[in-house]
């Protein structure tokens, strides 16, 4: 397989979509570059030129990437890559001009596009983002220290990020943390 469209596979990028599909031989699903889905093995990867190659040879579109519909527009794909960057980057102290610059746009622009396709400014992505992986901490490591946990998906203090859970959660984090290990425990009875 070609290096860069390995590379293209490997960073999700939306610019090569439209170029190329790519068939997975262990799911025989088949995805355009961007797809955020499961990085797979090299050696499992089938490269297609268009939707029809990917159908002929026996493999069908993916649900989350839909490479049977039309591509992304350049905004949406704009959008993709930087949800993309701050997936892959939320734990580091990232600003919307870090988020720009890999993405080789403007902030302005980068900010303008992001909240007219995705309906929230990036910071909001990104918070959402951290919480996420907060909630995720919070129900599966039980004796870490919350402050721990807090620095860990990003936030500069724990009161910072006690404040932006309860707003987004709608309770505070030791609250979420309390029931969601009553209710493990209770299957643990149940069971
Ligand atoms: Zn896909």
């Known amino acids: 397989m070609d290096e860069s469209l390995w590379r293209a596979i490997v960073r999700c990028e939306?610019?090569?979509?439209?170029?190329?599909?790519?068939?997975?031989?262990?799911?025989?699903?088949?995805?355009?570059?961007?797809?955020?889905?499961?990085?797979?093995?090299?050696?499992n990867v089938r490269i297609f030129t268009s939707v029809d190659d990917a159908i002929a040879a026996g493999f069908r579109p993916c649900k989350r990437c839909r490479p049977d519909e039309d591509p992304l527009g350049p905004d949406e794909a704009l959008v993709e890559c930087a949800k993309r960057v701050m997936d892959r980057l939320?734990?580091?102290?990232?600003?919307?001009?870090?988020?720009?610059?890999?993405?080789?746009?403007?902030?302005?622009?980068?900010?303008?596009?992001?909240?007219?396709?995705?309906?929230?400014?990036?910071?909001?992505?990104?918070?959402?983002?951290?919480?996420?992986?907060a909630k995720k901490a919070l129900a599966t490591e039980c004796g870490r220290p919350i402050t721990d946990i807090a620095l860990a998906v990003g936030f500069r203090s724990?009161?910072?990020?006690?404040?932006?859970?309860?707003?987004?959660?709608?309770?505070?984090?030791?609250?979420?943390?309390?029931?969601?290990?009553?209710?493990?425990?209770?299957?643990?009875?149940?069971?």
């Open 158 to 191: 724990s009161s910072h990020f006690s404040t932006t859970f309860r707003r987004i959660v709608g309770c505070s984090p030791s609250r979420y943390r309390a029931l969601h290990v009553r209710s493990q425990a209770e299957q643990e009875v149940a069971r």
């Open 90 to 133: 939320y734990s580091a102290p990232l600003k919307l001009g870090d988020i720009a610059r890999e993405l080789a746009v403007s902030p302005y622009h980068l900010h303008r596009v992001f909240r007219r396709v995705a309906g929230t400014p990036p910071a909001a992505y990104l918070l959402q983002t951290r919480v996420e992986a």
């Open 14 to 43: 939306p610019t090569f979509d439209g170029q190329f599909f790519y068939g997975v031989v262990t799911t025989r699903v088949f995805c355009r570059p961007s797809c955020r889905s499961r990085t797979p093995r090299p050696e």
